[in-house]
């Protein structure tokens, strides 16, 4: 296993109370896998990434259990500079508002060689060429007159291309990318989506694609990890969980997807809103929102139940679910 979190805890002290962000979150994904990270804004995906990355903000935000595992290392156990060694050049993350994260001073070629003139010690000129290559290699039309021109000069789907070349300047193993397609339209989206998924294949990397677009996710990830509240309440391939959800929160996602059959007709929508992390119900933490729950859900935290070899949900009624 190329990437393993295993029971992962992480904590943001507010004037509000202690809110518990990841809540004992394990998965893993391969050399060549695409795990996709679903639920909705707050869930703990975006959190998740970056304790897995070390960029997590410290304080507020506190790591207080689990591991990372990234290559047999326990990466939480490194010391900062260990740390910087690894981000980069061996997992990279790319970030969901390419605006705001690319330097609006500098020319994207001067941003892309810079990766080069720092990790690998190349002179500018060689590092501007490495730059140039990338661009072409991420299909920005025109890469050696464009190296010259500066964020704001690109659409934001040629910006976002240009996130994609720096996380793959120093070829990594693995790829964070949070919600990389949003505020694009639908042409772009599939665009992008489908370069990351080339990518991914030619160089033999770990992508881990988070999201809250089931959409974005059905013809590109392997396998799929729902979050909600900090935890993950399912985990299963991508064709089995689109096929037959084992929990009521990723049904509940599933239904709320328009549908061309169903036009005309109300959109679904899941009732209610998520908790303040600062106040997570008791028991299943989703029980408020459930069309299932039962007084159990409401005092019995449910533990990842087994669903098969390859999947689970934290459901006490999963087989219900899988019924429909």
Known sequence: MLLEVRDLRVEFHTRDGVAKAVNGVSYGVDAGETLAVLGESGSGKSVTAQAVMGILDTPPGRITGG???FRGRDLLKLKEEERRKVRGAEMAMIFQDALSSLNPVLSVGDQLAEMFTVHRGMSRRDARARAVELMDRVRIPAARERAGQYPHQFSGGMRQRIMIAMA??????????????????VTVQAQIMELLAELRRE???GLILITHDLGVVADVADRIAVMYAGRIVESAPVHDLYKSPAHPYTRGLLD????????GRALYAIEGLPPGLTHIPPGCAFHPRCPLARDVCRTDE???YEVSATRGSACHFWRECLDG
Do not use: G, N, Q, Y
């Open 203 to 205: 160089l033999r990397m």
């Open 67 to 69: 591991e990372v595992v």
């Open 256 to 263: 709320s997807v328009p549908r061309l059959d169903l036009k």
């Open 302 to 304: 449910p533990p990842p």
């Open 168 to 185: 793959l300047a120093l070829e990594p193993a693995l790829i964070i990318a949070d919600e990389p397609t949003t505020a694009l339209d």
